[in-house]
């Protein structure tokens, strides 16, 4: 019979009888040479039944190729086997969905304890000897800081956020990293002050920001403003106010000075071209 009247008496598209030869899996008995067309006979559709059900089952092209000519037996032993691997698959699948859950809860419950941690402290700074800024400068500081870990604990890809500790191994890490910037040929130096007591007093120095660029604020402190999570905040939280009209990305490291005294170096990423 023709691949039209064998896939019909399949119940199939022709389309599947063609792809099941090209695979090797079910060839015609019969190609006529002058016009290439394929016949099969009606025993064949017994593998097409067989080939199908291996095939919806789940088994890959070879395995289904090496029960062709297996036995009923061997054939339901095949399925039995590729059950117990499903069923183990959904087992592994179920667990990983409840450590997502817990995972994700967790996040979240960091997120919100390091929100409430850093508010805390800048609730109880001052910035005005610091930065030399309005109350109500800073009361929009903390208001966009709300919204952004809000955006957080909304964000559908949260698993993906990593959040900072503060041990000892995570110091040497920032430390490492913050070396690692001053030392980056990809980053050129386009500020720097030494000494200084306040931010404010060279705050009006530094080169402003240009849109589409990529920025580095590196900071080595004293102990007292090295250990206060609110100064890098305020300091970003400042540069994002009055760059909000910018499409920039900004990254502020902070780590504690080797010789008690403030240092301050702006680094810019290099244009590729």
């Not at 699948?93 to 997502?100: H, L, W």
């Not at 966009?144 to 993906?160: A, G, P, Q, T, V």
């Not at 530094?206 to 590196?218: D, K, Q, R, W």
Request: charge should be negative; aromatic fraction near 12%.
């Amino acid at each position: 019979m023709t691949i039209k009247e064998f896939s019909n008496l399949c119940g199939c598209n022709p389309q599947t009888i063609r792809y099941y030869d090209r695979m090797n899996l079910l060839k015609p008995v019969k190609v006529d040479d002058w016009t290439g067309y394929r016949f099969y006979d009606e025993e064949q559709a017994l593998d097409f039944v067989k080939i199908k059900n291996l095939q919806t089952a789940g088994f890959s092209i070879d395995e289904i190729k090496g029960l062709l000519n297996a036995s009923d037996e061997a054939i339901y032993d095949a399925f039995s086997q590729k059950i117990k691997e499903q069923e183990e698959h959904l087992k592994k699948m179920i667990e990983i969905r409840e450590s997502y859950q817990n995972e994700i809860t967790m996040i979240k419950n960091k997120i919100r304890e390091l929100h409430s941690s850093i508010k805390n402290s800048m609730e109880t700074y001052s910035p005005a000897e610091e930065f030399g800024i309005s109350i109500e400068e800073y009361n929009e500081i903390v208001k966009n800081l709300d919204s952004c870990f809000n955006e957080f604990l909304k964000d559908e890809d949260i698993s993906k956020l990593k959040l900072k500790n503060h041990s000892a191994t995570n110091n040497r890490k920032v430390e490492k990293e913050f070396n690692e910037c001053l030392s980056n040929p990809d980053l050129e130096n386009i500020f720097e002050t030494h000494g200084w007591k306040y931010v404010k007093d060279f705050y009006s120095d530094i080169p402003e920001v240009s849109a589409g660029e990529e920025y580095y604020y590196l900071f080595k402190l004293d102990d007292e403003k090295s250990n206060n999570t609110a100064f890098a905040n305020t300091f970003l939280g400042i540069q994002c106010l009055q760059n909000e009209d910018k499409a920039i990305r900004l990254q502020c490291k902070v780590i504690r000075s080797d010789d008690d005294q403030n240092h301050f170096w702006l680094l810019r990423k290099k244009s590729s071209k």
